[in-house]
C-alpha cells in the first residue's frame, strides 16, 4: 500500500492479512522468524475477530513512503475493546524494527501522541518499502481498523466526528434530565426507569468510542475499562424495566415480565464481576442473554400490534427495531457468527439515539392518553357533581340554621375560655412574681454557705447545685415576666437616653462571675447614648449572654462588641464559639416556645430570643442572627439613631 500525502488519509482496510495466534504463544521474532513464520490470510477489511480468551491476533501490511510523501505520519488505530495493542515497523524483508509503540485501553492516554478517542501514534517514515505489524489481545470482542494520516486532515476529521459524537451524546443525556424530571413530577417510575436506561445507554456508548477514557479518567484506564463493562450490564438491567413498562406485560402478560425482568437481573453478576476485573468471564453469557432478551422483546412487539394497534405500539415498534438492527450485528459479530464492516460509531450512535427518542414519544403518547382517560372522569365526575350540588343546598339550608344555634354556643364557649386563660395568666404573673423573692434569698444564703465552706469539697459541689438550680428557675420566671409583661396591652415603654457601656460592663461582670466563663467586652472610647428602656433592654443582653454561655464550650470565650454607625445607629454583637445554627433552623429561632431539636438537653423553654426580639422592636430596632459568622453564633442588635424620634409599635414580623 502506498502513502500519498494528497490523500490525506490511507486506509489499511484490504491491505491487511491476518494470523490467529491460539494461546498467544508468538513473539515478534518468531513472526520474523522464517523458521518459525506462520501463515498470513488476507482480510477484505479490517479485523472483526470476535471474542476470545488468552489468544492473540497478529495483523500485517506492506508499506512503500514515495521520496515526495516522506516524513511525518499518523497511525490512527480504532480497537475499542483490545487491551494490549503493540505496533511495529520493520524495513521490508528485514527483522531490524525501526519502530515500536505499545498502547490499548488498559494503557494510560500518555502512551498515545494526541489526546482523541481512538489509538493515534506518530511516525516518521522516510522513503522506502516497510513492513507493518500488529499484535491485538484481549478479554473482549476483538477488532481493529487502522489507517494513516495526515496531521492536518485527521485533526479535521477527529474534531467533525467527535464533536458529532458529543452532540449525539448530549441529545442523550437531555433525555435522561427529560425522563428523570416527567418521572419525579408525574410520579410515573416507568419515566424514571427510561431516563436510568438511557443514561447507561450513553456511558456505554461513551466507553465503546473512547470518550470515558480521552475526556474523563485520562490516566486510570483500568478504571476506564471496567466502567465500560459495568455500563453495559446496567443497561441490560434497565432495558428489561423499559421494556416490561412499554407493553405494560406485569398487567398483560405476568409471566412474560417476570421472565424478561429476570433476564436482565443477570447484568447484576455481571457488574460485580466488571468491577472486580472479570467481565471476560462472562462477557459471553451477557451477549447471548441480550440476544436472547431481543428476541423475546421483538416477539412482544408482534403480540402488542396484534393485540392492540395504537400510535404508541407503532413508536415503540420503531423503537425496537432502531436498536435490536445495530446490537443484533454487535453480538452475532462478538460470536463470529458473521463477519464484515462494523457500522461507523456515528450511525450507531444515530441510531440509539433514534431509538431512546422513539421510546420517549412512545411513553409520551401513553401519558397524554392516560390524561384524556383522567379529563373524560373528570367531566364525568363534574357532571355528578352538578347533581349532587343542588341536593347539597338543600341540606345546606336545612344544617343553616343549625349552625346558628352551634355557632352562637361556640362563642358563649369562647367568651368562657378567654376568661379562663385571662384568669391564668394573671395568676401567672403572680406565682412568678411571688417566686422571685425568695429565689433570690436562697441565692444569697447559697453564696454565703459557700464561702464560710470554701474549703469543703463536697459543700462547694453542692451549693454549686443549688446555684445552678437557682438560677435555671431565676431565668424559668424571668422569661415568664417578660413575656407576660409584653403581652400586656397596656404596656408601654419608658425610654430614656443612657450610656449602654455601664450596663453591659456590670451584666459582663455579673455573668463572669456566675459562670467562671472569660467574656471580652469591647467598647469605643466615646460614650454610647441610646434611647432606651433600662430593665427591658437588660433582659435582652442578659439572655444573649446567657445563651452564649449555655450553647458554647466553657474554655471558649464570650465576645460582646459595641460599635457607632456613620448613621447614628448602634448595633452590639454577642458571639461565641458553640457549635452555631443550623441555615434550616435560622428562620425559626426568634418564634415563641421554639427549641431547636439539637439542643433539647439544654434547659430552657424557648421564650428567650422570642422576648429579645419584641423588647427590640418596641425600641424601633433590629436583631439577626449574623450568616456569615462560622466560628459559632454572633447575634447583633441595632438601635436606631437618635433622629428616629416615634418608636414604633410592636410587631412580630421578623426584622429585616
Not at 341540606?395 to 375560655?417: F, G, P, S
Request: charged share 20%; aromatic share 8%; with cysteine.
Amino acid at each position: 500500500m502506498t502513502l500519498e500525502r494528497a490523500a490525506g488519509e490511507v486506509p489499511l482496510s484490504g491491505h491487511l492479512s491476518m494470523f490467529f495466534d491460539r494461546g498467544a504463544h508468538y513473539t515478534l521474532d518468531d513472526i520474523l522468524s522464517p523458521a518459525t513464520a506462520p501463515a498470513f490470510t488476507p482480510l477484505d477489511d479490517g479485523l472483526f475477530g470476535g471474542f476470545t480468551r488468552r489468544s492473540a491476533f497478529w495483523l500485517q501490511s506492506r508499506l512503500r513512503v514515495p521520496p515526495g510523501d516522506a516524513g511525518e505520519w499518523w497511525l490512527v488505530i480504532n480497537a475499542p475493546w483490545v487491551e494490549d495493542l503493540q505496533v511495529w515497523i520493520t524495513p521490508a524483508g528485514s527483522a531490524e524494527v525501526l519502530w515500536q509503540r505499545h498502547s490499548g485501553i488498559l494503557a494510560p492516554l500518555s502512551s498515545r501522541d494526541m489526546d482523541i478517542s481512538l489509538v493515534a501514534l506518530r511516525t516518521e517514515l522516510p522513503a522506502g518499502e516497510y513492513q507493518l505489524w500488529m499484535r491485538a489481545a484481549g478479554e473482549r470482542a476483538i477488532s481493529v481498523q487502522a489507517s494513516f494520516w495526515q496531521l492536518q486532515a485527521l485533526a479535521e476529521s477527529r474534531s467533525r466526528i467527535e464533536g458529532l459524537l458529543l452532540s449525539l451524546f448530549g441529545m442523550m443525556l437531555l433525555m435522561v434530565f427529560i425522563g428523570l424530571l416527567l418521572g419525579w413530577r408525574l410520579n410515573d417510575r416507568g419515566m424514571v426507569w427510561y431516563g436510568v436506561y438511557v443514561f447507561g445507554m450513553m456511558i456505554s456508548g461513551m466507553s465503546a468510542n473512547g470518550m470515558v477514557a480521552s475526556l474523563l479518567l485520562p490516566e486510570h484506564p483500568l478504571v476506564s475499562s471496567r466502567l465500560s463493562a459495568v455500563a453495559i450490564c446496567f443497561s441490560m438491567i434497565t432495558a428489561s424495566r423499559v421494556a416490561v413498562h412499554m407493553f405494560s406485560l406485569q398487567q398483560r402478560a405476568p409471566r412474560l415480565a417476570m421472565l424478561i425482568i429476570g433476564l436482565g437481573l443477570f447484568g447484576v453478576p455481571g457488574m460485580l464481576l466488571a468491577v472486580a476485573g472479570y467481565y471476560g468471564l462472562i462477557a459471553p453469557v451477557v451477549n447471548a442473554i441480550g440476544l436472547v432478551g431481543g428476541l423475546l422483546v421483538a416477539g412482544t412487539v408482534c403480540w402488542s400490534v396484534q393485540r392492540h394497534f395504537s400510535v404508541e405500539s407503532l413508536l415503540y415498534v420503531s423503537a425496537v427495531v432502531l436498536y435490536a438492527i445495530p446490537v443484533s450485528m454487535a453480538i452475532l459479530q462478538f460470536f463470529g457468527v458473521i463477519g464484515g464492516t462494523a457500522l461507523s460509531p456515528l450511525v450507531y450512535q444515530s441510531m440509539a439515539v433514534s431509538h431512546v427518542f422513539m421510546v420517549l414519544l412512545g411513553m409520551a403518547v401513553r401519558i397524554s392518553s392516560l390524561r384524556k382517560i383522567e379529563r373524560e372522569a373528570e367531566l364525568e365526575r363534574l357532571r355528578m357533581a352538578g347533581e349532587m350540588r343542588i341536593l347539597l343546598e338543600q341540606q345546606v339550608t336545612e344544617r343553616t340554621w343549625a349552625l346558628h344555634a352551634e355557632l352562637k354556643a361556640r362563642r358563649n364557649a369562647e367568651r368562657k375560655l378567654n376568661d379562663m386563660l385571662t384568669e391564668q395568666r394573671s395568676f401567672l404573673a403572680m406565682v412568678s412574681h411571688e417566686f422571685r423573692t425568695p429565689l433570690t434569698v436562697m441565692n444569697l444564703v447559697a453564696y454565703n454557705i459557700g464561702r464560710r465552706h470554701d474549703d469543703n469539697d463536697e459543700t462547694r459541689e453542692d451549693v454549686a447545685r443549688v446555684a445552678r438550680a437557682n438560677e435555671r428557675l431565676v431565668g424559668l420566671v424571668d422569661a415568664c415576666l417578660s413575656n407576660e409583661w409584653l403581652d400586656s396591652a397596656e404596656m408601654r415603654i419608658r425610654t430614656e437616653w443612657q450610656d449602654l457601656a455601664p450596663m453591659l460592663r456590670e451584666l459582663c461582670e455579673q455573668r463572669r462571675i456566675a459562670a467562671g466563663r472569660e467574656i471580652i467586652l469591647t467598647l469605643p472610647e466615646a460614650p454610647v447614648r441610646v434611647a432606651i428602656d433600662t430593665a427591658l433592654v437588660q433582659v435582652v443582653f442578659d439572655n444573649l449572654l446567657g445563651n452564649a454561655i449555655k450553647y458554647s464550650l466553657p474554655h471558649t470565650p464570650i465576645s460582646v462588641s459595641v460599635r457607632q454607625l456613620a448613621s447614628g445607629a448602634v448595633e452590639v454583637s454577642v458571639s461565641d464559639q458553640g457549635p452555631g445554627i443550623l441555615p434550616a433552623e435560622q428562620a425559626q429561632i426568634f418564634d415563641r416556645y421554639y427549641r431547636s431539636p439539637s439542643v433539647l438537653s439544654h434547659t430552657g423553654i424557648g421564650l428567650g430570643l422570642h422576648i429579645v426580639r419584641r423588647v427590640v422592636t418596641l425600641h424601633g430596632g433590629s436583631v439577626w442572627l449574623d450568616p456569615h459568622y462560622r466560628q459559632g453564633a454572633r447575634f447583633i442588635v441595632r438601635f436606631p439613631p437618635p433622629a428616629a424620634e416615634n418608636l414604633p409599635a410592636f410587631s412580630d414580623a421578623s426584622p429585616a
